[in-house]
């Protein structure tokens, strides 16, 4: 049996395959065409987000049985293609989930304390006590879009604080003891946090924008770290310049890599504010990154594979 890495994760992934039997192979460098040309020859692949597995390349996989995705979100995946040619699809959210709801934790109150502001301040020099003036977190509602791994990892975060949590999400009684499932006009009645939980689909691409926005009764603090493409970044930059969004932290960009560094040398205007503003807080997609999840993200793949398919 033969496997195929496509992107580099934890070595204990490919000491527990080697020790299951299987020859590994690894390749981070070719294009697409050139992997679609070999593909034919393995039984798995192991793939992170940046690899797109389409009908296309399917097709050409005439022997694979089984796709291991080290990470949770599945959107570079044709999974009903997948599922349509029988082959075993193991993903990984539980492997990342715990570094998500702490990252999304660590975000909301470093821009609700100003954290980022103030550290750039003092390093510089400047003593400014009132400008840097907190809000706390304490008797606030929070509000989460997608009560899925990811939305309930935060939600278990917040349970030690004093907050009333709500969530949103297309899938019915998907509720628990942490957060209460509402329906979308209390959601925007209540809110006064926002952190999106959702995957990139043909629904949620685009579904932060300014109709979504403005319809909030309160202003609010928004947290993505989700997917970049589901936020027209134009309409939340009108949001923060509105004080319609008192400050946004964004772990995921509607461009990222290649197309992140364009974006950034072109310096378009949304993407200017977002780099200037100090109620701003940017991450390189690194909410579900850690050395913890590196570890943990591989071991449940082994173990999904080996459970599913050895
Ligand atoms: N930044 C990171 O490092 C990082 C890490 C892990 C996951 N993610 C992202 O988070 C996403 C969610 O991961 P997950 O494991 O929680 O997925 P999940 O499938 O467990 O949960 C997603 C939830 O969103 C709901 N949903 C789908 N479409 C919706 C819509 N239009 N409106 C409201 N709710 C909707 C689903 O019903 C589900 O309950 C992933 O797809 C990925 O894009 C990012
Ligand atoms: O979906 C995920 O698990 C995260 O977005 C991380 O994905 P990546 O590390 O494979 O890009």
């Known amino acids: 049996m033969k496997v195929l890495h496509l992107d580099t994760n934890h070595p ?3 000491e527990q395959f080697a020790e299951l039997g299987f020859q590994n192979d690894e390749d981070y460098t070719s294009s697409k065409d050139d992997i679609e040309k070999k593909i034919h020859l393995y039984d798995g692949v192991i793939i992170r987000s940046r690899f797109t597995i389409d009908q296309q390349f399917l097709d050409k996989a005439t022997n694979l049985k089984f796709i291991g995705r080290v990470g949770a979100g599945l959107e ?23 570094a998500v709801g702490e990252h999304t934790l660590g975000m909301l109150l470093s821009l609700m304390n100003k954290m980022t502001k103030a ?39 917040l349970s030690g604080f004093d907050v009333d949590i709500i969530c949103y999400d ?26 999106l939980h959702v995957p990139q689909t043909e629904k949620t691409i685009g579904m932060v924008n300014s109709g979504f926005i403005n319809e909030f009764h309160k ?36 461009y990222e890599k290649k197309s992140f560094e364009n974006m950034f040398a072109q310096k378009p205007k949304a993407f200017k504010y977002l780099r200037k503003a100090k109620n701003v807080l940017l991450t390189p997609h690194v909410a579900g990154w850690t050395t913890e999840s590196k570890e943990k993200l591989a071991q449940t793949i082994v173990d999904k594979i080996k459970a599913g398919f050895c």
Request: charged letters at 30%.
């Open 12 to 14: 204990l992934l490919i």
């Open 76 to 98: 570079n995946i044709d999974t009903r293609y997948a599922k349509q040619k029988d082959i075993f699809l193991a993903s990984a959210p539980e492997g990342n989930r715990n």
């Open 119 to 157: 550290n750039r301040e003092v390093k510089k020099g400047k003593w400014d006590r009132e400008g840097n003036r907190g809000v706390e977190l304490n008797g606030k509602t929070v509000g989460i879009i997608g009560y899925g791994n990811m939305g309930k990892a935060f939600a278990e975060k």
């Open 170 to 195: 297309i899938v019915g009684g998907v509720g628990d003891d942490n957060a209460r499932q509402v329906g979308i006009m209390e959601f925007k009645q209540k809110s006064d946090v926002v952190s």
């Open 219 to 254: 202003p609010f603090w928004f947290l993505n770290t989700a997917r970049g493409k589901c936020v027209i970044t134009h309409d939340l930059v009108n949001g923060l310049k509105s004080e319609k969004i008192l400050g946004a932290g964004l772990d995921v960009l509607e």
